[in-house]
């Protein structure tokens, strides 16, 4: 029973692993997606203003290069951002970490 108990602590603790690797790169991958999705919106109202995809594109992409800017001169913003993505990598490491006294205490 004892070897089906820590099969079964092993098995929770890596599904917690996966989540949490999940989390993180969901989350830096937000970080790429949201100027580039930025991007393509802008270009898709230069579109509908009726300037083609070329000029849109030639418009769209300094606009989110100053936004961008604009981010990063914030004081602590970028620091925050990630930060926030650290912790979640340290809590996540604590939360996997801590399925091992568990199964140690299991085993004896």
């Avoid at 079964?8 to 999705?37: C, E, K, N, S, W």
């Avoid at 961008?68 to 993505?85: A, R």
């Avoid at 490491?93 to 299991?106: G, H, L, Y």
């Amino acid at each position: 029973m004892n070897k089906i108990n820590v099969a079964l602590v092993r098995l929770f603790q890596f599904v917690v692993f996966v989540f949490f690797t999940f989390m993180v790169l969901a989350y830096f991958g937000a970080m790429i997606l949201v100027p580039l999705d930025l991007v393509v919106l802008i270009v898709k109202v230069m579109d509908v203003v009726g300037l083609g995809g070329m000029i849109g594109a030639t418009v769209a992409i300094p606009i989110v290069a100053y936004l961008g800017m604009i981010v990063y001169k914030t004081p602590g913003l970028v620091d925050m951002i990630v930060g926030i993505g650290l912790d979640l990598i340290k809590h996540g490491k604590e939360r996997v970490e801590a399925f091992n006294a568990i199964a140690e205490s299991i085993k004896v």
